[in-house]
């Protein structure tokens, strides 16, 4: 195994030495070309194009970004002790039991008493699919508690899967009435299945909520704040924006439970959880798909939403429910006449997101910590939604919404697929509703990606514009329930994306779908990234997604493709970086051999004496990244040296490269 691993990495270092200028003796010999046109520099690249889609899906918040370690930490779940079990060890005995006399608050209807007969008596948390602990890093241990008779102390451990105790602390201090008491836990070893454990010292009683164990290293040492490796990930894509915070969530099985952002913002243990409506979709005999401990705490709500976009650069583009249930499960409507709440549900973010903080929801923003605005643009009227009843009700909102806030651009929807009926329906009612952005969503076969890196050259150049909401190919894998996040599916993913920047002037936005998914506990495949409670990894596609982002100029140059015969499984796109005065060209050779081109710079007063040249390349269509070879595939840079306006290079098979050139 060690030898063929071995003998592929050799092959694929070989493959990469080879994408390389061409040596002087054989340049004569080159047959195909491809000509950038610098002197005719064509529409702006809007700094938008590329961006990102969140979605707690996979268990990408509770469970991923969201980095409380307790499952089920306010006793909301539909099984009030899911994730929870008895400590009785030893002979120790009591009983736990979920009451709602005289709770925390109305949105933490339920607590956890816990009676104790004998010491070491108590409870134990599970985690998502574990805890995850680092050696050497602080966890705050924190609860609401009430002592309700006797009980002093609780002893807090965690444990390896052994039940090997890693660290402990000793919780204090428990008053007649709720108070939240914390303390700090220092685990002396590194477990991704670490367990929890709360026991007593003597018999007694105390009443329990909002028991957590939250990292004090979040990304920017934020309490309540998210986990920094996944953030850094997604700051170093450069989103142009992020979407929020779906996707189908928006919309939830039925509308009472939709997302409403209202109930997600302050005091953690005030917001009012709900099932994710995720839980139980794909019933089938692959564990992983089947959460029923996937509820949505809402640790991870819109004000940490937009704190996620300041910290990682990116415009934030939330989603609201138009009420309409998803159209898959349920399909509830709220009556046109009822859509009052839902309207004042936009109009009240608008102002919590930009208002000054004399008015009411920008004073709610200050309180927070964020008194600047967060200088939100755009706003999503309903998901994946269609039919006329879409149309109607996203009319509605965009006449209220306009009338108040006429800059804020809208994005409404083309439905889940990317062509007929629904499709050309809905495009043909926004195009009359003089709609600002319409959503377009893909997940397609490769093959449909490569046949459709034109899409959206003959698009009308007048009326409204695209966004690419939602696509990722969608490869096949023998014997597997996952849809593999392999080479075939980027690659084919890159060649599209050659036509998305082409085409910059008719699609302002796109985003991969779905960002996010633990290895143990995902309901959707493929996904940009993958985690375990841990570690984390960027697939392919986040790769391509990468160097895309990364390298988007910021005017879009003619280029044209020349050889002998018909040119083909060749995709690119040309681009002018007026801050660093580079020619930006990206190739997607979908071939499987090499193919020498000459590159001609024409136009241009001044080349450059070095160029970088970024590349991902594999042969193998089959490879993957995983959590141990997170960068199996990953992009390659060289320097090449530049003599002139004519550069022969040879892109390798099976490649996307991003050839940067010095250029004015
Ligand atoms: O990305 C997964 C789902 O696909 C989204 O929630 C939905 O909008 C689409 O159907």
Not at 25 to 41: F, G, K, M, Y
Not at 268 to 274: E, G, T, V
Not at 424 to 438: E, H, I, S, T
Request: charged residues 20%; aromatic residues 10%; proline residues 7%.
């Amino acid at each position: 195994m060690k030898l063929i691993r071995f003998a592929l990495s050799i092959m694929l270092v070989a493959t990469l030495l080879a994408a390389r200028p061409v040596a002087p003796h054989a340049q004569n010999l080159v047959q195909e070309s491809i000509t950038i046109q610098i002197d005719r520099p064509g529409a702006a690249i809007p700094a938008t194009l590329f961006g990102v889609f969140f979605e707690d899906i996979n268990f990408a918040a509770d469970g991923g970004i969201y980095p409380e370690r307790i499952k089920n930490r306010s006793f909301e779940f539909s099984e009030p002790l899911m994730g929870w079990k008895k400590v009785e060890a030893n002979g120790a005995r009591g009983s736990l039991e979920v009451r709602a006399e005289d709770p925390l608050n109305a949105n933490s209807p339920h607590y956890l008493r816990l009676k104790a007969e004998t010491d070491g008596f108590g409870l134990s948390n599970e985690g998502f699919r574990g805890i995850g602990l680092k050696q050497g890093e602080t966890y705050t241990f924190s609860a609401y508690a009430r002592s309700a008779g006797g009980l002093k102390a609780l002893k807090i451990s965690v444990v390896d899967a052994n039940g090997t105790e890693l660290g402990r602390a000793r919780l204090s201090g428990f008053g007649k009435a709720w108070k939240r008491l914390s303390v700090p836990l220092r685990p002396n070893a590194t477990e991704a299945k670490a367990m929890l454990k709360l026991t007593t010292e003597e018999p007694g009683t105390i009443d329990l909520d909002q028991v957590s164990l939250f990292p004090v290293n979040t990304y920017g040492k934020r309490p309540n704040g998210l986990r920094p490796d996944l953030v850094q990930l997604l700051k170093d894509l450069h989103p142009g924006f992020i979407r929020f915070p779906g996707g189908c969530i928006v919309e939830g099985r039925n509308l009472d439970e939709r997302y409403q952002w209202k109930t997600t913002i302050g005091d953690p243990a005030q917001r009012k959880q709900i099932i994710n409506r995720w839980n139980l979709e794909f019933r089938t005999r692959n564990p992983a798909r089947a959460p029923e401990d996937y509820f949505q705490s809402f640790g991870l709500g819109f004000y940490e939403y937009f704190q996620l976009c300041e910290d990682t650069g990116a415009e934030p583009l939330p989603i609201l429910n138009c009420g309409m249930a998803c159209q898959f499960n349920t399909g509830q409507l709220v009556p046109l006449e009822g859509l009052d709440p839902y309207i004042q549900d936009a109009l009240d973010l608008i102002e919590f997101a930009n208002g000054p903080t004399t008015s009411t929801w920008g004073r709610k923003r200050a309180e927070l910590g964020h008194p600047a605005p967060f200088n939100m643009k755009m706003l999503g009227v309903g998901n994946e939604q269609w039919g006329p009843q879409y149309v109607e009700r996203y009319e509605i909102f965009a006449k209220a919404i306009k009338a108040k806030y006429p800059d804020i651009k809208l994005i409404s929807s083309a439905g889940p697929s990317p062509q007929g009926e629904r499709f050309d329906f809905l495009w043909k009612a926004l195009r009359g509703l003089q709609a600002d952005l319409v959503d377009e969503h893909y997940y397609q076969p490769p093959k449909w990606f490569l046949e459709n890196a034109h899409r959206y050259d003959n698009y009308p150049r007048t009326g409204p514009k695209v966004f690419a909401g939602e696509y990722a190919a969608h490869a096949q894998a023998k014997n597997r329930p996952d849809r593999p996040n392999n080479w075939e599916a980027a690659l084919a993913e890159a060649a599209f994306m050659t036509g998305l920047e082409r085409n910059a002037d008719v699609v302002l936005m796109a985003s991969y779908a779905p960002l996010f998914a633990h290895v143990e506990a995902w309901q959707w495949s493929p996904n940009l990234i993958w985690f375990d409670n841990l570690r984390s990894f960027g697939t392919p596609s986040y790769y391509v997604q990468k160097l895309f982002s990364a390298n988007r100029g910021t005017r879009l140059l003619p280029a044209k493709v020349e050889g002998s015969g018909e040119v083909k499984d060749l995709y690119i796109s040309a681009s002018f970086d007026a801050k660093s005065n580079e020619v930006i060209l990206k190739v997607v050779n979908t071939a499987a051999t090499a193919r020498t081109m000459n590159v001609n710079l024409a136009g241009a007063a001044k080349v450059g004496a070095e160029a970088r040249a970024l590349t991902l390349a594999s042969h193998d269509l089959a490879v993957e990244n995983s959590l141990n070879e997170p960068t199996k595939l990953a992009p390659v840079e060289l320097r090449v040296n530049l003599a002139g306006s004519r550069l022969p290079y040879q892109f390798v098979a099976h490649s996307l490269t991003v050839l940067r050139v010095p250029c004015q």
